[in-house]
């Protein structure tokens, strides 16, 4: 089992529709999750910032982090085709002060007009 | 304020062929990070810096990889020889600090080895 899950999609929305993004996890020692965004020949830029359990809201994005369920989630609402894009979650464990972080393969949103 | 620079952007080369890829961190942050994604791997990280010391090179493939960081602006990743199976896009990302979790990722750089 992989240590985070994230089902590759692509996922096909029309404008406006509320989108849900997932993914799961096996270390329980994570603690702080972030979700990354990608355009296409680009590189991952940051999104949502979340430590522990709980929910951030930044916009017309949400981040829910259920730690008991080892499962993450990112909400968008009003889904625009800007936000066309692939979308990877993120996750670390503090060890003697040094983190990496642990990615999902991503899952490809395609928000169409 | 400048992101992360990498160079070059693309890069074709034959099998056997030396390859070395390099990379800008932000300035003022203190950790340094190599990753390789394709498609079937996702991003797999290579190796990282704390203060230009390479701290967990346990990602990098074979011994064809080398990394070095011989000062706190500047950073190469070197494939020698490269093979096909090097094809993929490789990232420098950068940290401020050892004690944080963001990472600020380059644009990538675009490798075709044939």
């Known amino acids: 089992q992989k240590e985070v899950e994230q089902d590759p999609g692509p996922l096909s929305v029309p404008e406006g529709a509320i989108v849900s993004l997932n993914c799961t996890y096996s270390n329980s020692a994570f603690q702080y999750f972030m979700w990354y965004r990608q355009y296409s020949r680009k590189g991952p830029e940051l999104l949502m910032y979340t430590y522990s359990s709980g929910n951030k809201e930044d916009g017309r994005f949400t981040a829910q982090v259920d730690k008991s369920s080892k499962y993450i989630s990112l909400f968008i609402r009003d889904s625009q085709p800007s936000d066309s894009a692939t979308y990877l979650c993120?996750?670390?464990?503090?060890?003697?002060?040094?983190?990496?972080?642990?990615f999902g393969k991503g899952t490809m949103l395609l928000v169409s007009p | 304020d400048a992101g992360v620079i990498q160079s070059p952007r693309h890069e074709v080369t034959e099998m056997g062929q030396e390859v070395t890829l390099r990379c800008k961190p932000i300035s003022g942050h203190n950790s340094l990070f190599w990753y390789r994604q394709t498609m079937m791997r996702g991003l797999e990280l290579l190796i990282y810096f704390n203060n230009n010391v390479p701290i967990d090179d346990s990602g990098m493939p074979e011994d064809r990889f080398s990394a070095k960081m011989p000062n706190a602006s500047f950073s190469t990743l070197k494939i020698q020889p490269s093979e096909p199976r090097d094809s993929a896009v490789y990232f420098c990302?950068?940290?401020?600090?050892?004690?944080?979790?963001?990472?600020?990722f380059g644009p990538g750089t675009r490798l075709l080895v044939l």
């Open positions: 990302a950068s940290r401020q600090t050892a004690y944080q979790e963001t990472q600020y």
């Open positions: 993120a996750m670390s464990a503090k060890s003697d002060g040094y983190s990496t972080l642990t």
